[in-house]
């Protein structure tokens, strides 16, 4: 089975930029995966960040994080990013990447493979 794993995440100031990486290893086929991006803040219920098709070439986001995040893949370093710019402090949350082969999705129930999550603080 896949494994998962994010990084990048840390503390940064309001308007500033960080970039996640969620690096794949122990699946045949890394670039059959569809890869989405989740996250979760204290007392709120996981949002959809964004997500990207197996190729490359399908990429949709969440109406909070359009405009200021960029999703993008390297099938060749089975690794997935998430380009973020312009940060608000309400992006603060830890951030999941998650796989499946069904397609992507927005729906996080659709994702067979999850990673363990990378904090995201953003200060004011």
């Known amino acids: 089975q896949v494994q998962l794993v994010e990084s990048g995440g840390g503390l940064v100031q309001a308007g500033g930029s960080l970039r996640l990486s969620c690096a794949a290893s122990?699946?045949?086929?890394?670039?059959?995966?569809?890869i989405g991006w989740f996250r979760q803040a204290p007392g709120k219920e996981r949002e959809f960040v964004a997500t990207i098709s197996w190729s490359g070439g399908s990429t949709y986001y969440g109406d909070s994080v359009k405009g200021r995040f960029t999703i993008s893949r390297d099938n060749a370093k089975n690794t997935v990013y998430l380009q973020m710019n312009s940060l608000k402090p309400e992006d603060t949350a830890v951030y999941y990447c998650?796989?499946?082969?069904?397609?992507?999705?927005?729906?996080?129930?659709?994702?067979?493979?999850w990673g363990q999550g990378t904090q995201v603080t953003v200060s004011s």
């Open positions: 122990g699946g045949r086929t890394f670039s059959s995966y569809s």
């Open positions: 998650a796989g499946t082969r069904s397609g992507s999705s927005r729906n996080g129930s659709r994702y067979e493979y």
